[in-house]
């Protein structure tokens, strides 16, 4: 069984996503299908289709919900601990 968590430190495979893959994605989010993501973009739902499932890709998920929630983990994510001392 395949096991999905948060990404390694410094590891943030959403930064090898394009700003269309990204936009998809956030569009998705908000419950939009192909079709709707598609029109407000001026491309085809098959275009849609296509930048997320490269995003699934490169995210390591599975379907359009869980690369919509990997996004969301890594931008909630808590900042790394910094050193206050000098």
Do not use: K, N, W
Not at 2 to 23: F, M
Not at 47 to 75: F, I, K, P, S, Y
């Amino acid at each position: 069984m395949t096991q999905y968590a948060y990404p390694e430190p410094g590891e943030r495979p959403s930064a090898d996503l394009s700003p269309r893959q990204v936009e998809c994605l956030e569009l998705a989010a908000t419950g939009l299908t192909s079709a709707e993501i598609g029109r407000r973009l001026g491309v085809s739902s098959r275009t849609v289709d296509e930048h997320l499932l490269t995003a699934c890709r490169v995210l390591g998920v599975r379907t359009r919900v869980q690369a919509v929630a990997r996004l969301a983990m890594e931008e909630r994510r808590p900042p790394e601990p910094r050193s206050f001392l000098p």
